[in-house]
Protein backbone atom coordinates (compact mmCIF):
# COMPACT_ATOMS: atom_id res chain seq x y z
CA UNK A 1 0.00 0.00 0.00
CA UNK A 2 2.93 2.76 -0.34
CA UNK A 3 4.21 4.22 -4.00
CA UNK A 4 2.76 2.72 -7.32
CA UNK A 5 5.12 4.17 -10.46
CA UNK A 6 3.30 4.04 -13.49
CA UNK A 7 5.23 4.33 -16.68
CA UNK A 8 5.24 3.69 -20.31
CA UNK A 9 5.80 5.13 -24.08
CA UNK A 10 4.03 8.40 -24.85
CA UNK A 11 1.04 9.12 -26.18
CA UNK A 12 0.05 5.55 -25.00
CA UNK A 13 -2.26 7.43 -22.61
CA UNK A 14 -0.57 7.87 -18.98
CA UNK A 15 -1.92 11.22 -18.66
CA UNK A 16 -5.60 9.94 -19.58
CA UNK A 17 -5.74 7.00 -17.54
CA UNK A 18 -4.33 9.34 -14.25
CA UNK A 19 -6.96 11.99 -14.99
CA UNK A 20 -9.90 9.21 -15.05
CA UNK A 21 -8.03 8.15 -12.11
CA UNK A 22 -8.34 11.33 -10.37
CA UNK A 23 -12.44 11.56 -11.49
CA UNK A 24 -13.48 7.76 -10.70
CA UNK A 25 -11.04 7.43 -7.86
CA UNK A 26 -11.18 10.61 -5.94
CA UNK A 27 -8.91 9.40 -2.89
CA UNK A 28 -6.39 8.35 -5.12
CA UNK A 29 -3.20 10.81 -4.40
CA UNK A 30 -1.39 11.62 -7.12
CA UNK A 31 1.88 13.43 -7.25
CA UNK A 32 2.20 16.91 -9.54
CA UNK A 33 5.75 17.11 -10.96
CA UNK A 34 7.27 19.93 -11.82
CA UNK A 35 8.42 20.60 -15.07
CA UNK A 36 10.59 23.12 -17.75
CA UNK A 37 7.68 22.54 -20.21
CA UNK A 38 5.34 25.16 -21.95
CA UNK A 39 1.39 24.49 -20.42
CA UNK A 40 -0.93 22.84 -23.18
CA UNK A 41 -4.12 24.91 -23.75
CA UNK A 42 -6.41 23.63 -20.96
CA UNK A 43 -3.67 22.86 -18.67
CA UNK A 44 -3.46 24.18 -14.92
CA UNK A 45 -0.47 25.16 -12.94
CA UNK A 46 -0.64 22.80 -9.68
CA UNK A 47 -2.93 20.57 -11.66
CA UNK A 48 -1.10 18.90 -14.56
CA UNK A 49 1.83 20.15 -13.25
CA UNK A 50 3.98 23.31 -11.52
CA UNK A 51 5.47 24.75 -14.67
CA UNK A 52 9.04 26.23 -14.00
CA UNK A 53 11.66 28.23 -15.66
CA UNK A 54 15.28 26.34 -16.05
CA UNK A 55 16.54 28.07 -13.54
CA UNK A 56 14.37 27.27 -10.82
CA UNK A 57 14.40 23.96 -11.94
CA UNK A 58 18.32 23.70 -11.70
CA UNK A 59 18.26 25.29 -8.49
CA UNK A 60 15.26 22.35 -7.47
CA UNK A 61 18.00 20.16 -8.51
CA UNK A 62 20.62 21.24 -6.48
CA UNK A 63 18.78 21.95 -3.48
CA UNK A 64 17.63 17.87 -3.84
CA UNK A 65 13.57 18.74 -4.25
CA UNK A 66 13.47 15.96 -6.29
CA UNK A 67 12.66 12.43 -5.98
CA UNK A 68 14.25 11.36 -8.91
CA UNK A 69 14.31 14.01 -12.09
CA UNK A 70 14.96 13.42 -15.94
CA UNK A 71 15.12 15.24 -19.22
CA UNK A 72 12.16 13.62 -21.70
CA UNK A 73 11.93 15.39 -25.59
CA UNK A 74 14.14 18.22 -24.78
CA UNK A 75 12.64 19.68 -21.60
CA UNK A 76 13.14 18.47 -17.83
CA UNK A 77 10.66 16.71 -15.39
CA UNK A 78 10.97 15.47 -11.81
CA UNK A 79 8.96 14.41 -8.49
CA UNK A 80 8.72 16.74 -5.76
CA UNK A 81 10.18 15.15 -2.49
CA UNK A 82 8.46 16.73 0.04
CA UNK A 83 4.48 16.28 -0.58
CA UNK A 84 5.28 12.57 -1.12
CA UNK A 85 7.41 11.85 1.90
CA UNK A 86 5.01 13.41 3.63
CA UNK A 87 1.72 11.13 2.44
CA UNK A 88 4.28 7.96 2.35
CA UNK A 89 5.19 8.69 6.02
CA UNK A 90 1.27 8.79 6.98
CA UNK A 91 1.00 5.04 5.42
CA UNK A 92 -1.11 6.15 2.80
CA UNK A 93 -1.08 4.85 -1.04
CA UNK A 94 0.70 7.44 -3.80
CA UNK A 95 0.51 7.06 -7.73
CA UNK A 96 3.45 8.81 -9.43
CA UNK A 97 3.29 9.47 -13.63
CA UNK A 98 6.67 9.42 -14.85
CA UNK A 99 8.82 8.22 -17.84
CA UNK A 100 11.32 5.31 -18.06
CA UNK A 101 14.65 6.71 -16.15
CA UNK A 102 12.88 8.31 -13.66
CA UNK A 103 10.35 5.01 -12.94
CA UNK A 104 14.16 3.10 -12.99
CA UNK A 105 15.87 6.25 -10.15
CA UNK A 106 12.85 5.28 -8.02
CA UNK A 107 12.92 1.90 -8.18
CA UNK A 108 16.90 2.13 -7.02
CA UNK A 109 15.73 4.53 -4.43
CA UNK A 110 12.51 2.95 -3.23
CA UNK A 111 13.16 -0.63 -4.79
CA UNK A 112 9.80 -1.93 -2.26
CA UNK A 113 7.36 0.47 -4.93
CA UNK A 114 5.06 -0.75 -7.23
CA UNK A 115 6.04 -1.00 -11.12
CA UNK A 116 3.49 -0.82 -13.85
CA UNK A 117 3.50 -0.34 -17.24
CA UNK A 118 0.45 0.95 -19.27
CA UNK A 119 0.76 -0.77 -23.00
CA UNK A 120 -0.75 0.27 -26.00
CA UNK A 121 -2.95 -2.39 -27.69
CA UNK A 122 -0.58 -1.96 -30.40
CA UNK A 123 2.39 -0.54 -32.51
CA UNK A 124 -0.07 1.01 -35.33
CA UNK A 125 -2.28 2.43 -32.23
CA UNK A 126 0.44 4.46 -30.45
CA UNK A 127 1.49 6.26 -33.42
CA UNK A 128 -1.87 7.11 -34.31
CA UNK A 129 -2.22 8.39 -30.30
CA UNK A 130 0.69 10.36 -30.35
CA UNK A 131 -0.21 11.82 -33.80
CA UNK A 132 -3.71 12.39 -33.13
CA UNK A 133 -3.25 14.23 -29.98
CA UNK A 134 -1.93 17.38 -32.35
CA UNK A 135 -0.06 19.25 -29.55
CA UNK A 136 3.40 18.88 -30.87
CA UNK A 137 5.37 19.75 -33.98
CA UNK A 138 6.13 16.72 -36.22
CA UNK A 139 9.66 16.52 -35.23
CA UNK A 140 8.77 16.75 -31.72
CA UNK A 141 6.08 13.28 -32.39
CA UNK A 142 9.02 11.93 -34.04
CA UNK A 143 11.60 12.34 -31.28
CA UNK A 144 8.76 10.70 -28.79
CA UNK A 145 7.98 8.35 -31.31
CA UNK A 146 12.02 7.28 -31.34
CA UNK A 147 11.96 7.06 -27.68
CA UNK A 148 8.78 5.11 -27.47
CA UNK A 149 10.87 2.39 -29.02
CA UNK A 150 13.36 2.21 -26.06
CA UNK A 151 10.22 2.44 -23.68
CA UNK A 152 8.31 -0.59 -25.03
CA UNK A 153 11.23 -2.46 -24.91
CA UNK A 154 11.34 -1.74 -20.74
CA UNK A 155 8.07 -3.52 -20.25
CA UNK A 156 10.05 -6.39 -19.00
CA UNK A 157 11.62 -4.61 -15.91
CA UNK A 158 7.52 -3.72 -14.81
CA UNK A 159 5.83 -5.57 -11.96
CA UNK A 160 2.54 -5.75 -13.81
CA UNK A 161 1.53 -4.48 -17.17
CA UNK A 162 -1.72 -2.87 -17.67
CA UNK A 163 -3.01 -2.50 -21.61
CA UNK A 164 -4.80 0.68 -22.30
CA UNK A 165 -7.71 -0.54 -23.93
CA UNK A 166 -10.84 1.45 -22.46
CA UNK A 167 -9.49 4.03 -20.37
CA UNK A 168 -11.59 3.64 -17.39
CA UNK A 169 -10.84 -0.48 -17.46
CA UNK A 170 -7.20 0.66 -17.19
CA UNK A 171 -7.87 2.97 -14.80
CA UNK A 172 -9.83 0.48 -12.48
CA UNK A 173 -6.81 -2.10 -12.78
CA UNK A 174 -4.08 0.18 -12.05
CA UNK A 175 -6.12 1.05 -9.00
CA UNK A 176 -6.87 -2.03 -7.98
CA UNK A 177 -2.70 -3.05 -8.58
CA UNK A 178 -2.41 0.26 -6.13
CA UNK A 179 -4.27 -1.67 -3.30
CA UNK A 180 -3.40 -5.31 -3.58
CA UNK A 181 -0.37 -6.74 -1.59
N1 LIG B 1 11.03 11.24 -14.68
C1 LIG B 1 9.89 11.94 -14.69
N2 LIG B 1 9.08 11.89 -15.74
C2 LIG B 1 7.93 12.60 -15.69
C3 LIG B 1 7.55 13.36 -14.57
N3 LIG B 1 6.35 13.93 -14.83
C4 LIG B 1 5.99 13.53 -16.05
N4 LIG B 1 6.93 12.72 -16.58
C5 LIG B 1 6.95 12.05 -17.87
O1 LIG B 1 7.43 12.93 -18.87
C6 LIG B 1 6.96 12.52 -20.14
C7 LIG B 1 6.43 13.71 -20.92
O2 LIG B 1 5.30 14.26 -20.28
P1 LIG B 1 4.42 15.35 -21.01
O3 LIG B 1 5.27 16.44 -21.52
O4 LIG B 1 3.31 15.71 -20.08
O5 LIG B 1 3.88 14.62 -22.31
P2 LIG B 1 2.88 13.39 -22.47
O6 LIG B 1 3.01 12.47 -21.31
O7 LIG B 1 3.32 12.79 -23.76
O8 LIG B 1 1.51 14.00 -22.52
C8 LIG B 1 5.88 11.45 -19.86
O9 LIG B 1 6.45 10.17 -20.11
C9 LIG B 1 5.59 11.63 -18.37
O10 LIG B 1 5.20 10.40 -17.78
C10 LIG B 1 8.44 13.37 -13.45
O11 LIG B 1 8.21 14.00 -12.42
N5 LIG B 1 9.58 12.66 -13.57
N1 LIG C 1 -7.77 4.02 -24.17
C1 LIG C 1 -7.67 4.93 -25.14
N2 LIG C 1 -8.31 4.75 -26.30
C2 LIG C 1 -8.19 5.66 -27.31
N3 LIG C 1 -7.49 6.80 -27.23
C3 LIG C 1 -6.81 7.04 -26.10
C4 LIG C 1 -6.86 6.12 -24.99
N4 LIG C 1 -6.11 6.63 -23.98
C5 LIG C 1 -5.60 7.79 -24.44
N5 LIG C 1 -6.02 8.05 -25.70
C6 LIG C 1 -5.66 9.20 -26.56
O1 LIG C 1 -4.28 9.05 -26.90
C7 LIG C 1 -3.61 10.32 -26.93
C8 LIG C 1 -2.40 10.30 -25.99
O2 LIG C 1 -2.87 10.22 -24.64
P1 LIG C 1 -2.06 10.89 -23.43
O3 LIG C 1 -2.85 10.62 -22.19
O4 LIG C 1 -1.73 12.29 -23.76
O5 LIG C 1 -0.72 9.99 -23.45
P2 LIG C 1 0.64 10.04 -22.59
O6 LIG C 1 0.35 10.85 -21.35
O7 LIG C 1 0.98 8.62 -22.29
O8 LIG C 1 1.65 10.66 -23.49
C9 LIG C 1 -4.66 11.36 -26.55
O9 LIG C 1 -5.18 11.93 -27.75
C10 LIG C 1 -5.73 10.55 -25.82
O10 LIG C 1 -7.01 11.12 -25.93
Known amino acids: MGLTVLSGPSGVGKGTVVAAVRRLF ?7 SVTTREPRPGET ?7 VDRDQFERMVKDDEFVEHAEFAGNSYGTPRAPLER ?38 ELVRRLTGRGTEAPEV ?31 SRLVSLMTTE
Open 26 to 32: PDVWVSV
Open 87 to 124: RLAAGLPALLEIELQGARQVRAAMPASRFVFLAPPSWD
Open 141 to 171: VARRLERARVELAAEKEFDAVVVNDDVEVAA
Open 45 to 51: EGVEYHF
